[in-house]
Nanobody, 115 residues
Framework: QVQLVESGGGLVQTGGSLRLSCAASAVFFNIYAVGWYRQAPGKQRELVAGITAGGSTNYADSVKDRFTISRDNAKNMVYLQMNSLKPEDTAVYYC?????????WGQGTQVAVSS
């Protein structure tokens, strides 16, 4: 069973930065695509950023040029660097690991941005 543990969330002022981390217990972590999702109160969960096994990245339009996703396959870690944070970035952020036939979620970490 794969376990994902997110960390790094917290309360920050508008314009501030946070770095989220996701530690994965998966064997052969390098073959998984990884994504960061978020869910704000009353809203659906949405993809924020993703990175493939090959290292290709994609971002939601709302976070382009502000957020950066990266992975360290040697450490089984995924990161989300979040800069220029806005109140609308407030949400629970989830790490997702997937490959054909398998998908795993972390428990989430809260990010709150004050205006």
């Amino acid at each position: 069973q794969v376990q994902l543990v997110e960390s790094g969330g917290g309360l920050v002022q508008t314009g501030g930065s946070l770095r989220l981390s996701c530690a994965a217990s998966a064997v052969f972590f390098n073959i998984y695509a990884v994504g960061w999702y978020r869910q704000a109160p009353g809203k659906q969960r949405e993809l924020v950023a993703g990175i493939t096994a090959g290292g290709s990245t994609n971002y939601a339009d709302s976070v382009k040029d502000r957020f950066t996703i990266s992975r360290d396959n040697a450490k089984n870690m995924v990161y989300l660097q979040m800069n220029s944070l806005k109140p609308e970035d407030t949400a629970v952020y989830y790490c997702n690991l997937r490959r054909p036939g398998s998908e795993y979620w972390g428990q989430g970490t809260q990010v709150a941005v004050s205006s």
